[in-house]
């Protein structure tokens, strides 16, 4: 899908926003799979409400992307377009134990920037990567800790009122992997409120953390994390384990030898590829287990 060629380009550069026409997906994907289509970089937040009421008038259908994290993107020429906040270094303010965090910060630098004034509780999310949005629309979670459990505040772009409005954390459910934003919200930046606790016991927490992610995760390879949700009190990645899949493959795309729900793309894997995988292997769990497997990983379809 292509804003380029409509006369918007110029509103588009009015409203703050910068236009990447043709960009390459695949780039800005952790798993190195994803087709094209115009990408647009919104530098100011006021200026969002009106590029998306001007995208609906338009007839532009539109997604909005983080880190690329938990994407698994189709290929080829895609049927709509891409916003993006652009990505920053810090954007992060801390005044006592309040964390105020611009949804387009860097998940892992936002938790060590807190470390360092003392406040706590996300050591498990350190290794998530992507954006302080993104973790928040999937409440990341890892080691025992959620995002959501700290969210006090969202201020956000509400799709159903096409308006920017601050919701309070305990208007907002945190599930595990889901919470109950609309599935259009666009979130602009969160407070956390945080547990203070000395810098060194955090700086340990999290160093025991990187190394159990270190042990066991596929980090040299193009992932996007776990490809399924885990079953409530089990690990999919045991399962997948048990059945013998690691290492299984179609083309490209292969069950990671090393964690078997970390599913990694070794080189030139298509989103086909990748999808027949993971079709592939929930039929397999489900003749084995009767179990029907959900998808983690967000599928933008074209
Ligand atoms: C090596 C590796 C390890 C991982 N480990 C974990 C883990 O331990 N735990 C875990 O939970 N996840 C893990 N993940 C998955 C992923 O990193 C997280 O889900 C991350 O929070 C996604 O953030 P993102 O910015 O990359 O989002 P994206 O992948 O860009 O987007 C994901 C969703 O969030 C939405 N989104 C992004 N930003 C915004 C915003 N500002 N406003 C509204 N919606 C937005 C997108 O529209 C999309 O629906 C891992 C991934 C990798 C590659």
Request: aromatic letters at 6%; proline letters at 4%.
């Amino acid at each position: 899908m292509r804003v380029s060629p409509l006369p918007i380009g110029d509103i588009l550069r009015d409203l703050g926003a910068e236009l990447h026409p043709d960009s390459l997906l695949a780039e800005s994907t952790s798993l190195g799979i994803g087709g094209y289509t115009d990408r647009i970089v919104i530098r100011r937040c006021d200026g969002l409400p009106e590029i998306i009421r001007l995208l609906d008038d338009s007839g532009i259908p539109h997604r909005f992307l983080g880190g690329g994290t938990n994407l698994l993107v189709a290929d080829g020429e895609l049927p709509w377009v891409v916003l993006q906040l652009p990505s920053i270094r810090g954007g992060v303010e801390i005044a006592d134990n309040i964390a105020t965090v611009d949804a387009a910060a860097d998940l892992g630098g936002m938790v060590t920037f807190c470390a360092r004034h003392n406040l706590g509780g996300m050591e498990g999310l350190i290794g998530v990567p992507g954006s302080v949005g993104g973790a928040l629309r999937m409440n990341a979670g890892a080691y025992g800790t959620q995002i959501g459990a700290y969210v006090r505040e969202v201020r956000l772009f509400r799709r159903s009122t096409g308006a920017l409005e601050t919701l309070r954390g305990c208007d907002i459910r945190f599930d595990y992997r889901h919470t109950s934003f609309g599935l259009d919200d666009v979130f602009l930046s969160v407070k956390l409120e945080l547990p203070l606790r000395p810098y060194r016991e955090i700086v340990k927490a999290i160093g025991i953390c990187n190394q159990k992610r270190r042990a066991s995760q596929p980090l040299n390879q193009k992932s996007a994390g776990c490809i399924f949700k885990n079953p409530p009190g089990s690990s999919t990645g045991r399962i997948l384990d048990e059945l013998g899949l690691k290492g299984f493959r179609v083309g490209d795309a292969m069950v990671s030898d090393r964690h078997a729900n970390f599913f990694v793309n070794t080189g030139h894997a298509s989103c086909a590829d990748m999808l027949a995988l993971i079709e592939t292997v929930r039929d397999r769990v489900f003749a084995a287990h009767g179990l029907e497997l959900e998808r983690e990983v967000i599928f933008w379809e074209n």
